[in-house]
T-cell receptor, first 112, second 117 residues
Framework: GQQLNQSPQSMFIQEGEDVSMNCTSS?????WLWYKQEPGEGPVLLIA?????ELTSNGRLTAQFGITRKDSFLNISASIPSDVGIYFC????????????FGTGTQLKVEL | GAVVSQHPSWVICKSGTSVKIECRSL??????MFWYRQFPKQSLMLMAT?????????EQGVEKDKFLINHASLTLSTLTVTSAHPEDSSFYIC?????????????FGPGTRLTVT
């Protein structure tokens, strides 16, 4: 099946710093979704992207749909302690109906 | 909108017993619901796709007789882990797809932590 690789696997940053992470695929995706999961909770949808090149913001979060359609990026500006969690990218499997493939995740830890 | 609930949030059961987990979409109708399993520090692993009024579609390697799924209405899907064993201990998460419009967003429940002793 599809594999979505996320980079970095984890990052430890200081409060106030900007954060960048990415998600890459070996094949083309028509939709990219970004989720955040906190410990012991289900993932929460942050941003949905539907067009190549699209740039969408949600507060301090900005995500971009790569023009090759094989990658997507998530940026968090001025990180705060509550940004801690695991960020997953996801996209619909080709021919898989509404099934999503999830990325490997990027764990974010924020130092005060 | 797009709130999904799960019940129970955690459960401890003895080996050999069955456990039922409920997933409800509270403010929308879900044509499709999904059940995932997640191990510590790992990504979500899709177990099955549940469509209202029809049989669930299971992913390769998932035993359909062990993980019984029922999607009785557009707002409720249940997962029953039958004859549970310690290796079934995991975090189970459901999600719901609102349907229509060519969108793929899934909205997740808070998860159920299952511990089998």
């Amino acid at each position: 099946g599809q594999q979505l690789n996320q980079s970095p696997q984890s990052m430890f940053i200081q409060e106030g710093e900007d954060v960048s992470m990415n998600c890459t695929s070996s094949s083309i995706f028509n939709t990219w979704l970004w989720y955040k999961q906190e410990p012991g909770e289900g993932p929460v949808l942050l941003i949905a992207l539907y067009k190549a090149g699209e740039l969408t913001s949600n507060g301090r979060l900005t995500a971009q749909f790569g023009i090759t359609r094989k990658d997507s990026f998530l940026n968090i500006s001025a990180s705060i302690p509550s940004d801690v969690g695991i960020y997953f990218c996801a996209g619909p499997e080709p021919g898989g109906g509404n099934k999503l493939t999830f990325g490997t995740g990027t764990q974010l830890k924020v130092e005060l | 909108g797009a709130v999904v609930s799960q019940h129970p949030s955690w459960v401890i059961c003895k080996s050999g017993t069955s456990v039922k987990i409920e997933c409800r979409s509270l403010d929308f109708q879900a044509t499709t619901m999904f059940w995932y399993r997640q191990f510590p520090k790992q990504s979500l692993m899709l177990m099955a796709t549940s469509n209202e009024g029809s049989k669930a579609t299971y992913e390769q390697g998932v035993e359909k007789d062990k993980f019984l799924i029922n999607h009785a209405s557009l707002t409720l899907s249940t997962l029953t882990v039958t004859s549970a064993h310690p290796e079934d201990s995991s975090f189970y998460i459901c999600s719901a797809h609102r349907g229509g419009g060519g969108t793929y967003e899934q909205y997740f429940g808070p998860g159920t932590r299952l511990t089998v002793t």
